[in-house]
């Protein structure tokens, strides 16, 4: 298999990202085609890349954000020969969840899988971005793949992760996420939170206590 790797950055990447992806590279035993993109907006530089992976030989397409870092190498997903898997990416939406979501028919919302009730490669109905794996059939049968879904007043209702989910399964296509590739996600955070948590841990040691 040939799979075109693309990284998104914002002029940066980790540097545990940048450690780790010769080793995946060196580790693959598929042919690998590798760049590096900074377009914006992102869904911009989503569908730039899709562009130029359609107009190469390569079968799958692999798109890493600059600060995630799967548990594992996402390369060797492509000998599961799906059309669509991701590794979950930790996210902040109130609590920290992992970015895939089932259908909950209930009240017709997406709701994000209990990552303590699920292992290994799961079925889901909608993923993030962050890191994806997506077969050329898919591509190819997806107009702008990546682009954000507005109302008539132009306030956003779907972003540009959640409606490329939806218009795959519209198309028809299944969409998996991996357990065990769950991947780190770095974000910039205030010192002084981590200060505030750790005077509030103080609190709760008493004497004698480590």
């Given at each position: 298999m040939k799979i075109y790797l693309s990284i998104?950055?914002?002029?940066?990447?980790?540097?545990e990202l940048a450690i780790k992806l010769p080793r995946?590279?060196?580790?693959?035993?598929h042919d690998v085609y590798f760049e590096s993109s900074n377009d914006r907006p992102i869904e911009n530089n989503r569908n730039k890349i899709v562009k130029r992976f359609l107009a190469s030989d390569c079968d799958y397409l692999l798109q890493i954000d600059n600060d995630n870092i799967p548990a594992r190498n996402p390369l060797d997903l492509v000998d599961l020969k799906l059309d669509i898997v991701s590794c979950p990416v930790w996210i902040y939406?109130?609590?920290?969840?992992?970015?895939?979501?089932?259908?909950?028919?209930?009240?017709?919302m997406l709701v994000p899988v209990e990552f303590k009730q699920e292992k290994g490669l799961i079925e889901i109905d909608a993923t993030g971005?962050?890191?994806l794996l997506t077969s050329r059939r898919v591509l190819e049968a997806l107009k702008a793949p990546f682009e954000r879904k507005y109302d008539e007043n132009g306030i956003?209702?779907?972003?540009?992760?959640?409606?490329?989910?939806?218009?795959?399964?519209?198309?028809?296509?299944?969409?998996?996420?991996?357990l065990e590739y769950v991947s780190k996600h770095y974000k910039i955070i205030d010192l002084s939170i981590m200060h505030t948590?750790?005077?509030?841990?103080?609190?709760?040691?008493?004497?004698?206590?480590?």
């Open positions: 998104l950055n914002t002029g940066w990447i980790h540097h995946w590279l060196k580790e693959t035993t939406q109130h609590k920290f969840v992992l970015n895939i979501y089932r259908f909950d028919v209930s009240d017709g971005t962050g890191v956003e209702e779907l972003g540009q992760d959640l409606y490329f989910s939806r218009k795959a399964k519209e198309a028809g296509f299944r969409i998996f996420s991996h948590v750790d005077n509030i841990k103080s609190k709760d040691i008493g004497p004698g206590q480590k």
